[in-house]
């Protein structure tokens, strides 16, 4: 595995060896997440490895791997296959019971939420998620070879996969079944625009079985183009949402409580722990596959009220020691215009009348110059903007030159918020805690080294390290 430590391969590697697999490979970086990999009995190594296995029967490499890598180059040299991240996760998927979960914002959520009901159903699912859960025990699991109950009883294990439409992925994926949560313009680096983005959706629903194979998809009511993504599917298509005339209603009670109603009759009723309209609906979604897929209805009630959430999800990081007083930090991942402002708009409810100071690294240049406007309008429930600058990636060294956090800083402005780009994540740090009162609630966000600042904060720390 090339790129062994990214969040999707590491969980990769753990599935590929619980499926018997020799599994080995470097990553440049190291870190961490390959420490991890290295106590955990596989055999890793920091940077370029100097010789490819004689024994290797086929590579995978993360889509951010040049092709030009000396390893890739190796395995071409010697015939062997290579796979991404995508391909390989579709082969599994030939094994197993694939549930795709897919949409352009609140796929690890609903990943996480989803294999946590049917974990407390009993069905012993595997999953794989960009994003670690601690009440899972990290970013996969295995699961069990052979569905123990429901509809695809006698299959294949249950496979929860996080699908992503960036470069067209997922569309290596084979599902049984699948979630679409929403579908926006997103990953314009490899999209020509929205209708582009809207045709790989229905192209990867397209693929689903047929109904009377099992085939199943549930997706949005509303803010999914769902006429558009449906159109020529043959699976059995169910919609979710707060509309009236979605297959399954979403309903919030005065007292907090949530429920779905089913063709007019409650199927679901829980309290949930996570904040904000998104993460209701992305309850709504996990909850109602897990039922389609034999979960009991009182153990998904349960986990839907219990689930703790995952790492930068709204995550609380700690409190930040200040002679200003009590200041509550919190970290996240949202990096898209939408994100942003419906996890804003979460804290404002959550918080009301407390001052939100949120710490945004914009992530990937072309991005932030395709969506700049909207990013402008997105800050509308922070009071102040701090903006360190665009976390680079993927892009062309042309990109840097188009579009920088100022711009980003003074689109805010514009919008009439309060907004300022700072030189790097320290300074960031340091703005916050220049400007910060009592009673504030500090959020960064972004998909970046961002949470850093967070961690900073929230230790005393001098830098955001």
Not at 80 to 93: D, F, K, M, V
């Amino acid at each position: 595995m090339v790129g062994a430590a990214g969040t999707g391969m590491s969980g990769l590697a753990r599935l590929l060896a619980a499926a018997g697999a020799v599994v080995r490979g470097e990553d440049a970086d190291g870190g961490e997440a390959l420490d991890r990999l290295v106590q955990e009995g596989f055999a890793m190594q920091s940077g370029t490895a100097p010789a490819l296995p004689e024994d290797t029967d086929l590579v995978v490499a993360t889509a951010a791997i040049p092709a030009a890598h000396a390893t890739l180059m190796r395995a071409r040299a010697r015939g062997l296959p290579i796979r991404t991240y995508a391909q390989t996760l579709g082969q599994l998927h030939h094994e197993r019971t694939g549930v795709s979960v897919a949409g352009t914002h609140g796929k690890s959520t609903t990943t996480c939420l989803l294999t946590w009901c049917l974990m407390r159903a009993g069905l012993d699912p595997g999953f794989i998620a960009g994003a670690t859960c601690g009440a899972l025990g990290g970013n996969c699991r295995p699961g069990c070879a052979r569905t123990p109950a429901g509809s695809f009883a006698g299959r294949g294990g249950l496979l929860v996969t996080e699908s992503c439409e960036f470069d067209r992925s997922f569309h290596q994926l084979r599902p049984a079944t699948a979630i679409i949560n929403n579908v926006e313009a997103e990953h314009l680096d490899c999209y020509a625009g929205l209708d582009e983005v809207i045709e790989s959706f229905a192209h990867f629903a397209r693929s689903l079985p047929q109904a009377n194979d099992g085939g199943f998809l549930l997706i949005a009511h509303e803010g999914a183009h769902r006429d558009r993504v449906t159109a020529g599917v043959t699976a059995t298509v169910e919609t979710f949402g707060t509309h009236p005339d979605a297959t399954h209603q979403v309903e919030r009670g005065r007292d907090g409580s949530l429920r779905v109603l089913s063709r007019g009759r409650e199927t679901l009723r829980w309290r949930p722990a996570m904040i904000g309209s998104h993460n209701a609906l992305n309850g709504a979604g996990a909850g109602v596959m897990a039922l389609r897929l034999g979960a009991d209805r009182g153990a998904v009630e349960a986990a839907l009220s219990d689930f703790p959430g995952l790492d930068r999800r709204q995550q609380s990081v700690g409190r930040m020691p200040s002679a200003a007083g009590d200041v509550r930090v919190f970290d996240d991942y949202g990096h898209h215009p939408t994100e942003i402002r419906v996890t804003l708009r979460a804290f404002r409810e959550t918080f009301p009348g407390q001052r939100i100071i949120c710490v945004f690294q914009p992530h990937q240049h072309s991005r932030t110059r395709h969506l700049l406007e909207d990013f402008g309008r997105a800050f509308g429930d922070a009071d102040r903007v701090i903006l360190p600058p665009i976390h680079f990636v993927r892009d062309p060294e042309s990109e840097r030159a188009l579009v920088n956090s100022e711009m980003v800083a003074d689109r805010i402005r514009t919008a009439g918020g309060d907004a300022v780009s700072v030189s790097d994540l320290a300074a960031a740090t340091a703005a916050v805690r220049a400007c910060v009162r009592a009673g504030d609630i500090v959020v960064t966000m972004g998909a970046g080294a961002v949470w850093k600042v967070a961690r900073a904060l929230a230790s005393g720390a001098t830098d955001a390290r």
